[in-house]
């Protein structure tokens, strides 16, 4: 049974960087999709975006020029920095594993990260 | 980018009803790929039905999901205690994919 597990600051100033990794156990990176979804207090999912086991990445338009992903195969996990945060982005960040060509079966538990000062 | 609008926004069903939930798209998902998702509260979403109509590893069949091109629904049959809670609708045909804002099934 794959399980992954987010890490990171929950706390994060306006204006730096937001950096968090998805640990994967009981499974192998290789061969999957691997997203971020956020999904602020109260609110609905946003999907920031998805990187290939191989490297490759796709990203929301609206967050492509704040952000990046990666991988680290030899880890098996894999990793998000979103720059120049602001208060719009304080949300709770999940890791999931694609599965069915797009839709998500195994999640994280999710980590809350708030930006403020 | 597609646009998911989920309605009713809220329904308020007994135990042992039937719901059912509506997603609308702007434009056509590409090859039916649609899912629907269940979240509690504290709790990460949890995969019910993907490409529109397939229940995902241990669903159960009083979940059901049908539609095409713009206009999915997401059935249960048979409302369990269990079943109260958020449902999001999910489109992944075309990037980005997009989530719709949610219903929310609450007990009458």
């Known amino acids: 049974q794959v399980h992954l597990q987010e890490s990171g600051p929950g706390l994060v100033k306006p204006s730096e960087t937001l950096s968090l990794t998805c640990t994967i156990s009981g499974g192998s990176i290789s061969n999957y999709y691997w997203s971020w979804i956020r999904q602020p207090p109260g609110k609905g999912l946003e999907w920031i975006g998805y990187i290939y086991y191989s490297g490759s990445t796709n990203y929301n338009p609206s967050l492509k020029s704040r952000v990046t992903i990666s991988v680290d195969t030899s880890k098996n996990q894999f990793s998000l920095k979103l720059t120049s945060v602001t208060a719009a982005d304080t949300a709770v960040y999940y890791c999931?594993?694609?599965?069915?060509?797009?839709?998500?079966?195994?999640w994280g538990q999710g980590t809350l990260v708030t930006v403020s000062s | 980018e597609i646009v998911l609008t989920q309605s009713p926004g809220t329904l308020s069903l007994s135990p042992g009803e039937r719901a059912t939930l509506s997603c609308r798209a702007s434009?056509?998902?590409?090859?039916?790929?649609l899912a629907w998702y269940q979240q509690k509260p504290g709790q990460a979403p949890r995969l019910l039905i993907y490409g529109a109509s397939s229940r995902a590893t241990g669903i159960p069949d009083r979940f059901s999901g049908s539609g095409s091109g713009t206009d999915f629904t997401l059935t249960i049959s048979r409302l369990e205690p269990e079943d109260f809670a958020v449902y999001y609708c999910?489109?992944?045909?075309?990037?980005?994919?997009?989530f719709g804002q949610g219903a929310k099934l609450e007990i009458k």
């Open positions: 999931a594993r694609e599965s069915g060509g797009g839709s998500y079966e195994e």
């Open positions: 999910q489109q992944y045909g075309s990037s980005p994919y997009t």
């Open positions: 434009q056509s998902v590409g090859s039916s790929y």
